[in-house]
């Protein structure tokens, strides 16, 4: 799961008569430059890489699928490029967030911005909470660890998570905490039961092995890796905890540390309260609870954002 200068190329029609054109003497520097292929190339990445290591991303264009979280201000303009005249300042997780644990939900990324006159605008602006994108961005600018990406491109995918099977699967991890592993299995086969990404589902399947751990039914855990690592079969991991789980007594089975939840982010406390938004989810009654328009400045208040574990 490994999650910008643009150069701009004109190219020619060929001659109607069939001949080949003759390659020219810088054609072969253009196709063999590895640098230039690099810094031109659009490789795919994940939100989570870039936030853990900005500076080495800076400049470069990267490929991320995102899933949309919110517009809001872009904050003080006098520290990048990114005035909110210009730019659609949002926020959004990395794909590979899941966004049922309370601890990843509440990373989302403030500092993603899209020119108010590039096409990708209309698509950034119609997007629906836990909508998944496939964009291209380049991190512009680093301010205190922090990226800010400019979105070049942005397209609409169709396999998102509902806001029910986020609510589902939050509530799970809540009854198995407190040990309801009956209703936390219920859970997280309802929250199955909907259509989603591979990755999502994926690492629900992790979770809920984890629950069928806690409850020793080695079997049915093994059964929930084994459809995680068809969905994911670049993970080794994966095989490592089916093995390790077959060979280990029922007696010894740890319950935590299947899904590696990805590289701890920086502190959230050091961006800037007054630059991150309060964040609002889906409750398990059923209930939308929105998030408020204004920043949250108290660090003490922002602690009391509804997440979806209550």
């Given at each position: 799961m490994k999650l910008l200068t643009t150069f701009v190329f004109i190219v020619f029609a060929a001659p109607s008569f069939g001949q080949d054109v003759p390659e020219k003497s810088t054609d072969s520097i253009w196709r063999n430059d590895i640098l230039l292929k690099a810094l031109t190339s659009v490789k795919p990445h994940t939100l989570t890489d870039l936030r853990a290591r900005p500076d080495a991303y800076r400049s470069l264009p990267v490929q991320m699928d995102i899933q949309f979280h919110d517009t809001r201000?872009?904050?003080?303009?006098?520290?990048?490029?990114?005035?909110?005249?210009?730019?659609?300042?949002?926020?959004?997780?990395?794909?590979?967030?899941?966004?049922?644990?309370?601890?990843?939900?509440?990373?989302?990324?403030?500092?993603?911005?899209?020119?108010?006159?590039?096409?990708?605008?209309?698509?950034?602006?119609?997007?629906?909470?836990?909508?998944?994108?496939?964009?291209?961005?380049?991190?512009?600018?680093?301010?205190?660890?922090?990226?800010?990406?400019?979105?070049?491109?942005?397209?609409?995918?169709?396999?998102?998570?509902?806001?029910?099977?986020?609510?589902?699967?939050?509530?799970?991890?809540?009854?198995?905490?407190?040990?309801?592993?009956?209703?936390?299995?219920?859970?997280?086969e309802r929250a199955l039961r909907g259509a989603m990404p591979a990755i999502s589902e994926a690492q629900m399947r992790i979770d809920l092995a984890q629950v069928y751990l806690q409850r020793r039914e080695r079997d049915n855990a093994i059964t929930q890796l084994d459809q995680a690592k068809k969905l994911q079969p670049k993970d080794a991991s994966l095989a490592k905890s089916i093995d390790k789980i077959k060979d280990t007594p029922l007696d010894q089975l740890k319950i935590e540390g299947l899904r590696e939840v990805p590289a701890e982010l920086k502190d959230p406390r050091q961006e800037s309260a007054a630059s991150r938004p309060a964040a609002g989810v889906k409750e398990a009654s059923g209930s939308i609870k929105e998030a408020p328009k204004t920043p949250v400045a108290d660090p003490a208040a922002e602690k009391k954002i509804t997440n979806p574990d209550k």
């Open positions: 201000k872009g904050g003080n303009p006098f520290f990048t490029r990114f005035s909110d005249e210009n730019y659609l300042c949002f926020s959004a997780w990395g794909a590979e967030q899941p966004l049922w644990d309370q601890n990843e939900y509440q990373k989302d990324f403030s500092f993603l911005f899209v020119d108010r006159n590039a096409p990708e605008f209309r698509t950034l602006l119609e997007a629906k909470v836990y909508q998944r994108l496939r964009v291209s961005g380049v991190a512009r600018d680093v301010f205190r660890g922090i990226p800010y990406i400019e979105i070049i491109k942005a397209e609409a995918l169709d396999d998102g998570m509902s806001a029910a099977a986020i609510t589902h699967a939050a509530k799970a991890r809540k009854l198995s905490m407190q040990g309801d592993t009956p209703g936390a299995v219920a859970e997280f």
